[in-house]
């Protein structure tokens, strides 16, 4: 398998453009992961999908970020409009459903995305 | 809420010592815990992970151990290389939600 794949790998924006990211799990993964990674904050879960339903959306930070799983193989998540503080790597994962027991998660190689 | 912590943030030691990365963790409540590795523009990967049931794991050169009662786990590397320069990051699954909290990683240099 291909692992977790992630477009764009880099992505250099204007404040007040939109900004799609996109995410392909790996097939058979049922369980797919958004991540925020900055120096201050560290890995920061935004939001999470079991068998392409949004489970818990918490971590979103605001109303400019939404997140969308159409089906099992491919995940977007926009930010509209970004500013620099969004400036950050966005890390895609995925899964079988972890449960109790856990199961080991894949993580893409993530999208750095610059906001001036 | 669950807060992972990794201390220091950083380590430099020559090559072939034996090293021990910490991780503790507030809540003892965890389903399970990774160790992660992730590398300079790459994404994370992992190395070993630990059920609440397990007092360790090993693969290879590397040895975790887990003691919920007191929120710690280790890292262990035996013999390092300088291939093992990287960050390394500890994460927790707490709750029914199966959320992996991170801690922030230590940046380990193994020095030729």
């Known amino acids: 398998d291909a692992g977790v794949i992630q477009s764009p790998r880099h992505e250099v924006t204007e404040m007040g453009q939109e900004v799609t990211l996109r995410c392909k799990p790996i097939?058979?993964?049922?369980?797919l992961f958004w991540y925020r990674q900055t120096m201050m904050r560290g890995l920061e879960l935004l939001i999470y999908f079991n068998n392409n339903v949004p489970i818990d959306d918490s971590g979103m930070p605001e109303d400019r970020f939404s997140a969308k799983m159409p089906n099992a193989s491919f995940s977007t998540l926009k930010i509209q409009p970004s500013e620099p503080r969004d400036s950050a790597v966005y890390f895609c994962?995925?899964?079988?459903?972890?449960?109790?027991?856990?199961?080991?998660?894949?993580f893409g190689e993530g999208s750095w995305l610059t906001v001036v | 809420k669950q807060e992972v912590t990794q201390i220091p943030a950083a380590l430099s030691v020559p090559e072939g010592e034996n090293l021990v990365l910490n991780c503790s963790f507030t809540d003892s409540a965890i389903y399970n815990l990774q160790w992660f590795r992730q590398d300079p523009g790459k994404g994370l990967t992992s190395l070993l992970l630990i059920q609440s049931s397990q007092r360790e794991q090993t693969s290879g050169r590397l040895n975790a151990s887990l003691d919920k009662s007191s929120g710690r786990s280790t890292l262990y590397i035996a013999a390092s290389q300088p291939g093992d320069s990287a960050t390394y990051l500890c994460a927790v699954v707490t709750g029914a939600n199966s959320k992996l909290t991170f801690g922030k990683g230590i940046t380990l240099s193994v020095r030729p």
């Open positions: 097939s058979g993964h049922n369980s």
């Open positions: 994962a995925s899964s079988l459903w972890p449960g109790p027991s856990g199961n080991t998660i894949y």
